[in-house]
């Protein structure tokens, strides 16, 4: 497994960054790891979503914006912490975070990682990743591009 990218500030804590390949390996090997999608609820219906069942757990669906207006949700890091610790997960837990290319999911990173989860890591290359030069999604890099598990939901 290696980061491909070094830390990225976020306040006193720092954000990590993998690729999704990688970070579906992290997943597999840490029983405590947790991934977070923070798409909007549109992408988890129409594009699908992560399948962790062969490594045991389902990714946390925590919405970092809201569509259509597509504003960050102001108290996204007290309901994700809330979330997390009713599924007994502590700030020690190392949160992988995934959006559609990488951007909101980092983003999210680093509003957990100031509030005080002290390994957070961003999915660099996100669910459906970069562009191909037809302008589609999902077959350059990402999760899906990957080969990584995803179902429709």
Do not use: Y
């Amino acid at each position: 497994m290696t980061l491909e990218t070094g830390n990225i500030s976020a306040g006193a804590a720092a954000v990590s960054a993998m690729p999704a390949a990688d970070a579906f390996e992290a997943l597999a090997a840490d029983p405590r790891a947790q991934l977070v999608d923070v798409r909007t609820k549109a992408e988890w219906n129409f594009v699908g979503v992560p399948d962790l069942s062969s490594v045991g757990r389902q990714p946390v669906l925590a919405e970092w914006q809201q569509f259509p207006a597509m504003t960050a949700d102001p108290h996204f890091a007290e309901r994700l912490s809330g979330a997390l610790a009713q599924a007994g997960l502590g700030q020690d837990t190392t949160l992988f975070f995934i959006c559609r290319s990488g951007a909101r999911s980092l983003a999210a990173a680093k509003a957990m990682a100031a509030a005080g989860f002290g390994n957070c890591i961003n999915v660099s290359d996100g669910f459906e990743g970069d562009v191909d030069p037809q302008r589609h999604r999902g077959r350059v890099n990402g999760w899906k591009a990957a080969g990584l598990p995803w179902v429709q939901s």
